[in-house]
């Protein structure tokens, strides 16, 4: 898996649902633009991203345990498969994130659905003139985006040794750049 295309064309091979896709593009997005600022491979960190919910809608009972599966009969190098099967740490597998990518990663799953969630709550439906207040609000309302593991967003940004704020705003500029995709332009 050396291209976007194969390694969008392995994600809709196992993935159906326009949600998961939808989401798939979103962490593309961020780790694109994680990559970019820290000077790392976008192309490589963008794939990672797109594929690391891959066995999500087949197997969400065995989600990552079935990535690795579904990975190593692909023919995908190992070290996209531990990335992949990393975001899972604590959650679902006990495979730990130990490279910066994987850190990021493992970070900005769950901050995707957040930002995606305020972004569908704001009148203009418009993740272009998002600030970070307003994900940081919504970030302390436990009841708003009750999926979202919090906890998850924290331990990564001390892992990365990032600040709330920066990590958001990186999330937030990424998936902006794929806005049409992710459809959140706006009305």
Not at 46 to 61: S, V
Not at 71 to 89: F, N, T
Not at 152 to 158: D, N, P, R, S, W
Not at 160 to 184: F, N
């Amino acid at each position: 898996m050396k291209t976007r295309q194969e390694a969008y064309e392995l994600l809709a091979k196992y993935n159906k649902s326009g949600a998961l896709i939808k989401h798939g593009f979103a962490v593309e997005a961020v780790m694109r633009y994680f990559a970019r600022q820290l000077g790392e491979d976008e192309g490589y960190w963008g794939n990672i991203g797109l594929l690391h919910d891959i066995d999500y809608e087949l197997y969400p009972e065995e989600h990552c345990h079935k990535a690795k599966e579904i990975l190593e009969k692909e023919g995908v190098s190992e070290d996209v498969i531990h990335a992949v099967i990393s975001h899972g740490w604590n959650l679902c597998i006990d495979v730990e994130p130990t490279r910066k990518m994987e850190k990021v990663l493992y970070t900005i799953d769950e901050l995707t659905g957040l930002v995606t969630a305020t972004v569908y709550m704001r009148p203009n439906k418009s993740i272009l003139d998002l600030e970070v207040k307003s994900v940081k609000k919504k970030f302390k309302s436990a009841g708003f985006a009750a999926g979202v593991n919090r906890d998850v967003i924290l331990a990564g940004c001390e892992m990365l040794g990032m600040d709330i704020d920066t990590v958001i705003l990186w999330t937030i500029e990424g998936m902006k750049e794929a806005a049409s995709e992710l459809e959140l332009v706006g009305e």
